[in-house]
């Protein structure tokens, strides 16, 4: 069974710090996913890394892939308080009659003060 | 347009009632899910469906009953339910993930409250 851990489960920040939220998982995946959740929203889709050694970039936020070591990393360049949410990361499973579905971890909670 | 749209947005019912959650996408997904997420949780995976067909059922209690009319439609009907199914239901589509370079997309989901 897949397992998926990310770390850390709550961050408090300065606005201008950087900082990485980190997630490991239990099983050979070749993609991973990142979400956003706003409270009391659904989850808007951040980033699809899709293979080893992926990194990709929007506005403050980068996230990257090691397929080799299952972690990927999220980073947060000179946080602002717009990017206060909770942060899911999400490797997909896929069965054996490729009927697949994505496993959460249990959300990294951001929270940026001004 | 990626949207997926969920009606409705809120939904109050007693524990005799018979109400349903509706999804629908135009993306052309071929794969629909349905999700529960309890406060300061991740989403749970309680459905799949792949080509109109059910694919996964996460064990799920048979007071909840999916249904898929088309390719486009997705719907969850709610029977008899318990206070602690009060949740947000989530509905996502998404190409099937092996064989995409896309990812799974959320609609608002429908925030149920069982009295």
């Known amino acids: 069974e897949l397992k998926v851990e990310q770390n850390p489960l709550f961050l408090s920040m300065q606005e201008g710090k950087n900082y990485t939220i980190y997630c490991n998982y239990s099983t050979t995946s070749d993609r991973l996913y990142w979400y956003r959740q706003d409270p009391g929203k659904s989850l808007e889709s951040l980033f699809v890394l899709l293979s080893n050694g992926a990194v990709k970039q929007e506005g403050r936020l980068m996230a990257s892939l090691d397929t080799k070591a299952r972690l990927s990393t999220l980073h947060i360049t000179a946080a602002v308080h717009d990017l206060s949410a909770t942060y899911f990361c999400a490797p997909p499973r896929v069965g054996v009659n490729r009927d697949d579905k994505i496993i959460f971890g249990k959300g990294t909670r951001l929270h940026i003060l001004p | 347009d990626t949207e997926v749209t969920q009606t409705p947005k809120h939904l109050v019912m007693g524990m005799t009632n018979k109400k349903s959650l509706k999804c629908e996408q135009h993306?052309?997904?071929?794969?629909m899910y349905w999700y529960k997420q309890k406060a300061k949780k991740p989403p749970e995976l309680m459905f799949v469906?792949?080509?109109?067909?059910?694919?996964i059922n996460e064990s799920v209690p048979s007071r909840f009953s999916p249904e898929c009319p088309n390719s486009s439609l997705l719907n969850l009907h709610l029977h008899a339910l318990q206070p602690e199914d009060s949740a947000l239901y989530l509905c996502?589509?998404?190409?099937?993930?092996?064989?995409?370079?896309?990812?799974?997309?959320f609609g608002p989901g429908t925030r149920l409250t069982v009295l």
């Open positions: 993306m052309g997904h071929r794969a």
């Open positions: 996502a589509s998404s190409q099937k993930l092996a064989e995409s370079t896309d990812t799974q997309y």
């Open positions: 469906y792949s080509y109109e067909k059910l694919s």
